[in-house]
């Protein structure tokens, strides 16, 4: 099993920044394709962006574009999620998630962290 801990969450003012980490263990992290995710209260799980097993390609919401990126360091198994500019449509439980494949679609993951809490205040 793979175990994902996301971290990071709080509270900022809109315009701020703010950098999510999400942890892996268990199984070797470049196996995976990894993705962040968010929810926001009656709302469906969307992609925020993803990336393929050797970071070399990456996938991103449009809403996010130009203002989140997804770094991650397979030596360290970690995935970061920077977050910049952020307004308070931002706001949402943000997860990570590993899954052998990659992509947009909530079912392309089979790993999932426990979600941590972005709030953006106007």
């Known amino acids: 099993q793979l175990q994902l801990v996301d971290s990071g969450g709080g509270l900022v003012q809109a315009g701020g920044s703010l950098r999510l980490s999400c942890a892996a263990s268990g199984r070797p992290f470049s196996r995976y394709g990894m993705g962040w995710f968010r929810q926001a209260p009656g709302k469906e799980r969307e992609l925020v962006g993803c990336i393929n097993r050797s970071g070399g390609n990456t996938l991103y919401a449009d809403s996010v574009k130009g203002r989140f990126t997804i770094p991650r360091d397979n030596a360290k198994n970690t995935m970061i999620l920077q977050m910049n500019s952020l307004k308070p449509d931002d706001a949402a439980v943000y997860y990570c998630?590993?899954?052998?494949?990659?992509?947009?679609?909530?079912?392309?993951?089979?790993?999932w962290g426990q979600g941590t809490q972005v709030t953006v205040s106007s």
């Open positions: 998630a590993a899954g052998t494949g990659w992509g947009a679609l909530v079912t392309a993951y089979n790993y």
